[in-house]
């Protein structure tokens, strides 16, 4: 065997043996629960919706529904949640995405994405959000609605707000 590839490949046996122990301890000195909480803000008097809901995305079987609203404060984790059905009077499901909020931001976006819809077909829906607790915000849209595309469509988008 080449001097030279040899001393190369053990070179590079120590440098994998350095970044292993040091991610081991790092792993085992760090506190991943203390680093991740976020401290609880005070909530908003009055949360609203300030732009949309609007479609930011919709294909055959899934469509991403995004709103911003003032930040709704209290606890850092948060759901924007969907309710949506085929009857604007029966809006039965439900879709959910988790967010964290940033107590040094004015507003939060929301992007909450809907699985599983058939297409070409009409969906009705409204929006809100709330804490981890359940707890909503009290910011609900109006009811609004979109179109999945047909298997033979290219999904377009929409108007970026509504």
């Known amino acids: 065997m080449n ?6 490949l053990n070179m590079n046996t120590l440098l994998l043996k350095l970044a292993v122990t040091a991610a081991v301890t790092c792993l085992l000195t760090s506190n991943p629960i203390g680093a991740q909480v976020s401290p609880t803000t005070p909530r908003a008097a009055r949360v609203q919706i300030t732009q949309g809901p609007a479609i930011e995305m919709t294909k055959e079987f899934l469509t991403i529904i995004r709103w911003t609203t003032n930040n709704p404060g209290a606890s850092p984790e948060h759901y924007g949640v969907v309710h949506y059905g085929t009857d604007p009077k029966n809006l039965s499901e439900t879709a959910k995405s988790p967010i964290r909020l940033n ?14 819809l058939k297409p070409r077909t009409t969906y009705y829906y409204t929006v809100d959000s ?11 849209s109006a009811v609004k609605q979109f179109t999945t595309a047909g298997e033979s469509q290219r999904a377009g988008r929409s108007r970026a707000w509504d």
Do not use: I
């Not at 709330?130 to 909503?136: C, F, K």
């Open 103 to 116: 107590p040094d931001h004015a507003s939060t976006v929301f992007r909450v994405r809907l699985d599983n």
């Open 130 to 140: 709330e804490e981890a607790n359940g707890t909503e915000d009290g910011a609900k």
């Open 3 to 8: 001097k030279t590839f040899a001393r190369d």
